[in-house]
């Protein structure tokens, strides 16, 4: 029999019951079905990247004592969950014979005026502390709490704790417009597409345009956009929008310099350098070959700097100090790590480094914000700006009719050097990376470079971090798009110095972070999906659905033992596309593009022509979907050079035909694109999200004429036709 699970030896061993006592993987089992047991050294590295010393048997059980002591030792949990609507009860530590009690202060300031509960526990655990008996309480929870993040007192005779209270609902909520119907939208590179009035590379601007176009010209009811995460405040800025430097605040280099209120006030001379400035970058939106971030940074920095200099009225100055107040510390953060960067260069992994030396606090830091006060301003200002500009464009969308609006993309993770670990040096671990073990189109698995988010630090600070990256999100779009929502369940860590290969899974409380997205998606009336591609345990599918929380659904995934399935019977409650950004466009798919770049760059680890002709089976596979199923016509195939639209469109007849709530089309395929955006597991090997939107003759296709387009109206068109 086939080997599923670790032998009672094994679970038995010091080392293995501290790991699984601190939600570090010992086994998994990969997308293959493949059963996979995690290596001693890998284990004792990531215990010792959170901290706790498993060197040897004698140090793993002294560990395994004093976390569980630690455990112990609390009054109550540093963050607990309650669903709203429910009963909820949540154990508490008590030594025998005390009385505790508990109450709540509400996330206004306000006390909660009902009576709350502490009874028996139900299934008591006695430990002796200190020369004392601890046992267990249950504190309930009423029904009637309401949703927010509020504050859980407890008192056991003279000692007190408290709690973060997150009060969540148990689902997220569809927006009425949603309610009953399947919607439809785009998806698109943002930097991508641009205007003759961008300066080199798409902004938020061009995104209010985009959108209004999509509804008014096709209909759609959002657009799914990259993330727009912060980056570097200077030149070079990583192209890897999966890569920001924090995911906290939006990324300032999108901003349309001429939008900004004050450019309309501008003196005759400095409106006339702005203007210069633009017509500097503007050639940039002719080439069609690559996306040049730095050029455009460059020159719209400068003009920037002459708008934020030229000063605000005193309503606008007003606004912007609110903005200050209510972004507060995290704020200050983020400008102070921009000040140093554009002062003292990037940061680097030097221990004598300016970004591992000085803390954010740090006299240093304060000092130099003193020395540039204007500079630094500067930054919190460009956060300011960057961030209405984005709500506008989805304030256009709602008004333009819209159902979601933007559908903003959630990357995993951070830069290891960036503003977010910098600012909360607690929140993130050192030593290990994320990314994700072997599967089918990554056989050598991936490191992302990011360090993960500490769950330890997580749960002590009531989830602060997370918390504000998601309202964040929400305040400006529709709908939020979770890249790697396993994530929120585990992550593969790899310790440093370790292939891919080499790393395990660290589980993360999921029902607490759920339950925050349903907090925020409910404030901003707002849906939540997860990109939930690749192994996925049982447990988080039955996880989703109990939220409503919409999975994901790739055409070119769906199928079984080399047969593409039927769409009828694809998921009901997802977002549901034919391709997605790590995929070529459907037209180069077909042509094989995936299987070029893979040989070009050699990322096989099977012989390329075993990869081809696995390629070619499901190509054929495909084809013989579409026709068996009548959404191609059997002539077509004989020339398929010749009728690449007509396929392309086909593909598209079957995500039509698919009951999953929401569709996205690809603006690539509207147009005829065949370059990848995005190839994993590669850096600068490959132009990774530099490539302009262009046509199939290679052509740039600017978003003044994107509406227009033949292939894009053909497209849309489909998208539009009543379900068959």
Request: aromatic share 8%.
């Amino acid at each position: 029999m086939t080997q599923r699970v670790e032998t009672p030896q094994r679970l038995a061993r010091p080392l293995i019951r501290l790991a699984r006592a601190t939600g570090i993987a010992t086994s998994y089992i990969g997308q293959t079905d493949d059963y996979h047991e995690i290596n001693d050294d890998v284990i004792v590295a990531v215990l010792g990247a959170l901290g706790v010393d498993a060197s040897d048997d004698e140090s793993a059980s002294r560990s395994l004592h004093d976390v569980l002591d630690t455990r112990r030792r609390r009054l109550v949990a540093p963050t607990v969950l309650h669903t709203v609507g429910v009963r909820d009860r949540v154990r508490i530590n008590t030594a025998i014979l005390e009385a505790p009690s508990a109450s709540v202060t509400l996330e206004d300031g306000s006390a909660y005026e009902g009576a709350l509960l502490v009874e028996p526990a139900e299934h008591p655990e006695v430990r002796a502390i200190d020369g004392t008996f601890i046992a267990n309480a249950d504190v309930v929870l009423p029904a009637d709490l309401p949703m927010g993040y509020h504050t859980l007192h407890v008192q056991v005779g003279e000692r007190s704790q408290d709690a973060v209270l997150v009060s969540a609902p148990d689902t997220v909520e569809e927006p009425e417009g949603m309610k009953d119907r399947q919607l439809w939208g785009w998806m698109a590179q943002l930097y991508s597409i641009r205007s003759a009035s961008s300066w080199g590379v798409g902004d938020f601007e061009d995104l209010k345009t985009l959108l209004i176009g999509a509804k008014h010209r096709t209909g759609a009811d959002f657009v799914l956009i990259n993330p727009v995460h912060a980056s570097e405040p200077v030149s070079p800025l990583i192209p890897s929008p999966y890569l920001p430097v924090s995911r906290r605040f939006v990324n300032f280099t999108y901003i349309r310099p001429e939008s900004i209120d004050e450019y309309g006030t501008l003196d005759d001379a400095s409106r006339a350098q702005v203007d210069e400035l633009h017509d500097q970058a503007e050639p940039l939106n002719g080439d069609a070959q690559l996306i040049d971030r730095d050029a455009m940074w460059r020159v719209k920095m400068r003009a920037l700097w002459l708008i934020f200099k030229a000063g605000r009225d005193d309503a606008r100055q007003a606004v912007f100090e609110r903005f200050k107040q209510d972004a507060g510390a995290d704020l200050d953060a983020y400008a102070s790590w921009c000040l140093c960067y554009d002062k003292w260069g990037a940061p680097t992994d030097d221990a004598n480094g300016w970004q591992n030396a000085l803390g954010a606090d740090s006299e240093a830091i304060a000092s130099l914000r003193a020395q540039f006060p204007d500079t630094f301003d500067f930054y919190r200002w460009l956060e300011w700006v960057a961030t209405d500009q984005l709500r506008s464009a989805q304030q256009a969308a709602r008004r333009a009719g819209m159902v979601l609006g933007v559908m903003s993309d959630m990357a995993v993770g951070v830069h290891p050097r960036g503003a977010d670990v910098w600012g909360h040096p607690d929140g993130y671990v050192n030593g290990v990376t994320v990314g994700a073990p072997p599967d089918y189109f990554n056989q050598q698995g991936q490191d992302w470079s990011q360090p993960p988010m500490n769950p330890v630090e997580l749960a002590n600070s009531g989830y602060r971090i997370y918390r504000d990256m998601v309202h964040g999100m929400f305040s400006q779009a529709g709908a939020v798009r979770i890249d790697h929502i396993l994530g929120l369940f585990r992550l593969w860590w790899i310790p440093q110095g370790k292939a891919p290969t080499e790393g395990t899974y660290v589980h993360y409380d999921a029902g607490l972070m759920l339950g925050i997205l349903c907090i925020e998606a409910r404030r901003a009336h707002g849906i939540v999906v997860g990109e939930d591609l690749g192994v996925v345990p049982e447990s988080v599918e039955e996880a989703l659905e109990q939220h409503r929380i919409l999975g994901c659904a790739v055409e070119w995934f769906e199928q079984r033992d080399g047969v593409f399935l039927d769409p009828h019977t694809w998921r009901t409650n997802a977002l549901a596309s034919v391709n997605t950004h790590d995929l070529p466009p459907a037209a180069g798919y077909l042509a094989y593009e995936q299987v070029k770049i893979r040989e070009q760059l050699q990322l096989l680890t099977m012989p390329a022509e075993e990869f081809r002709a696995s390629a070619v089976r499901e190509h054929n596979a495909m084809l013989q979907m579409l026709i068996e199923r009548g959404f191609l016509e059997p002539s077509m195939v004989e020339d398929e050079s010749a009728h690449i639209q007509q396929i392309v469109e086909a593909l598209y007849r079957v995500l039509k035909a698919a009951p999953s709530r929401l569709l996205a089309a690809s603006i690539v395929d509207a147009v005829g694109e065949t370059r990848a955006q995005n190839q994993p597991g590669t850096n600068n090997e490959y132009p990774n999200w530099r490539i302009p939107l262009a046509d199939a003759d290679g052509k740039v296709v600017p978003l003044e004429q994107l509406y227009d387009n033949a292939r894009l109206k053909s497209l849309a068109a489909i998208m539009n036709a009543p379900k068959r």
